[in-house]
């Protein structure tokens, strides 16, 4: 591998204005595919507060958001995902978010998106980014069919940094080959990945990581006025 800069990009709150994994569940909500409306709408904002709060698990957040996707065969998921996609991701996407992405491809790095959002709802949402290498939280699939469950590391909180490593260790290499890390984040649940960068980005930073990289002196920008 020759190039020697790594750009690493959290998704929800940091590319886009919204999160992907609530967005998904409320769009399949407003259609009368997700069960029980407000139940459903009660459950999925407090799943919100408490990842806002530092305080959610990857255990309860994955048995929430991955149950969706047990309730229905793939093939009408993939259809599912096409209308959620133009509805609501597609219209989400600023011009400075897919810029951003692109001077970094353009300018040789290697990147990827790190999202702890699984990833059959964040891998075409990278794509239409222009994302090669996309990590996500995996969910289960077994005889043609997702389970509700996840497999190895959820990419969450210090999870990020495993799953980058495999990743890299994947392409036969390690974050200790590159002399540039980049990644841009919107959140202190990726505080372990942004202390591991040479160059942490706060990205339309939470109030208590504005503070944090105002302290640490780190790069902050905001994609979204």
Not at 103 to 127: D, K, W, Y
Request: glycine residues 6%; proline residues 4%.
């Amino acid at each position: 591998m020759t190039t020697k800069t790594l750009a690493l990009f959290d998704l929800d709150h940091t590319l886009l204005p919204i999160d992907t994994d609530y967005e998904w569940i409320e769009w399949l909500s407003r259609n009368q595919l997700a069960g029980d409306p407000a139940e459903v709408a009660r459950r999925n904002q407090e799943i919100m507060d408490k990842y806002d709060a530092g305080q959610l698990t990857i255990e309860e957040s994955a048995a929430f958001v991955l149950s969706f996707l047990a309730m229905h065969t793939p093939f009408d998921l993939s259809k599912y995902h096409e209308r959620f996609m133009a509805e609501v991701v597609r219209p989400a996407i600023t011009e400075q978010a897919f810029d951003l992405v692109d001077r970094h491809l353009r300018e040789g790095a290697l990147c990827c998106l790190v999202s702890a959002t699984n990833t059959f709802v964040i891998q075409p949402v990278g794509r239409a980014f222009g994302f090669e290498h996309i990590i996500g939280t995996s969910p289960e699939y077994i005889n043609g069919r997702y389970t509700g469950q996840f497999v190895g590391v959820a990419s969450y909180q210090e999870g990020k940094i495993t799953r980058v490593e495999q990743w890299l260790n994947g392409l036969g290499s390690s974050l200790d080959a590159f002399e540039s890390i980049y990644f841009y984040s919107d959140s202190m649940n990726d505080l372990p990945l942004l202390q591991r960068a040479t160059h942490p980005v706060a990205t339309n930073p939470s109030p208590a990581l504005r503070e944090l990289a105002q302290k640490n002196n780190w790069a902050i920008i905001d994609l979204f006025k």
